[in-house]
């Protein structure tokens, strides 16, 4: 049995826009530690979905539990995002003057207020946590180098690693490999697989050789809610995703 309890628990969430259901009734369950892939056709809501889980839409209706206890629907923004939950958007967004490793110290010290942080001296610990997520991301060799010069794919793992040093319990990923060569595709597979266990991660992606190589589950969203779930095999040869999602 490999349940550990959710980390997340989505029940019954409605949101209207001007009357158009963006998320109708959805309900998704995550278990802690899982890695989940949610794919949809455009409009599915997956991006409502995100908006809510981080506070920053409010749903009409519905429950969502972060690890058992906490209620993300009466927490604000920034509660939710001090919580544990990290999302990364699409496009990264690095200080690209700094260098690798200053951009990793940054984020380890942002609650601290991002001003005063690079005033601090490192404790060994905390120089040993920036060398294993340098070495997580792939980018131990860059890490004097300023962020600027690296490639699309290495500053997406750096605002991933960024993310990390945060210690969430949860990772909200949006395309991940959009704009990467396959090389880097599989380097951020191997990544996100890497993190699950120790933390929780969806993935938001189009792109289904990705969501092939790294989902054990997969959720289909579709007008609003969620339509299908289960293995990628599963989830190919269901003929309603057939029918909305891919087209046939
Ligand atoms: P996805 O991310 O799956 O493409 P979205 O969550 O972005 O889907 O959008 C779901 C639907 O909700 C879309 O039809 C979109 O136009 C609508 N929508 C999303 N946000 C807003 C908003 N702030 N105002 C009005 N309509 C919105």
Redesign the pocket.
Known sequence: DTRHGPILYVEGVTKS??G?R??DDLTLYIDDGELRCLI????????????VLTGK?RPDTGQAWFGQRLNLLELPEHVIAQSGIGRKFQKPTVFEQLTVFENLELAMHASRGLWTSLRWRLDGEQQDRIDEVLALISLTEQAHAPAGVLSHGQKQWLEIGSLLMQNPRLLLVDEPVAGMTGQESEKTAELLTSLAGKHSVVV?EHDMDFVRSIARTVSV?HQ?SVLAEGSMDEIQSDARVREVYLGE
């Open positions: 826009f001007d158009f963006a998320l949809g056709p455009n409009g599915a809501g997956k991006t409502t979905l995100m908006d839409t938001v969203l609003g």
